[in-house]
Every structure is written in structure tokens, then in C-alpha cells.
């Protein structure tokens, strides 16, 4: 867990002082869609190799789709409730 953590406070101190320069944004968005891709790749292949899984798709398919759109939902809302408290700049007549 330190490790984890301590990688995230370089990454972002690193972040801050490359900010400003462009190239750098660019590649390391790139990076982390394609890292986030290949993830969900790798998430859908192990969950295919455990039998379990597959034999008791039917009993948790729904339980798993109400639970991941209730979560996606709960997230937006949220998300939308707090640029509004935070982010939203006061328009100007």
C-alpha cells in the first residue's frame, strides 16, 4: 500500500512541474487510455477463465447490471453536483 501510495504522490509532483509542456500531456494521455484498455481486456479474460463465473452468469448477470448502472448513475450525479458547487464559473451578464 505505500508503494502504491508513494507512486501516486511522485506521479503527482512529477505532474505538476510538466504541466505546462504540451508533448508531455499529450503521450501521457495517450498512455493511460491504451494502459485503461488493455486493463478492461485483461479484467474480461480472467473473468472468461473462471468457471465459476460462467455457470453462474444467469444468477448474477442482473444483480451485476443493476449494480454497475446504479453506480455509473450515483457517479454522474455526483460529479454534476459537485462542478456545480466547485467548478462552475458564475456567468456574467
Do not use: C, P
Not at 12 to 28: E, F
Amino acid at each position: 500500500m505505500i508503494i502504491i501510495f508513494s507512486l501516486l504522490v511522485v506521479g503527482a509532483v512529477i505532474g505538476h512541474y510538466y504541466k505546462s509542456n504540451r508533448y508531455i500531456i499529450k503521450y501521457i494521455h495517450k498512455v493511460s487510455f491504451w494502459s485503461v484498455l488493455i486493463l478492461l481486456f485483461l479484467l474480461g479474460f480472467s473473468v472468461g477463465q473462471n468457471d465459476t463465473i460462467i455457470n453462474n452468469l444467469h444468477k448474477i448477470g442482473l444483480k451485476s447490471l443493476i449494480l454497475s448502472l446504479a453506480a455509473v448513475l450515483g457517479s454522474a450525479v455526483l460529479s454534476m453536483f459537485v462542478y456545480n458547487i466547485y467548478f462552475k464559473k458564475e456567468e456574467h451578464k
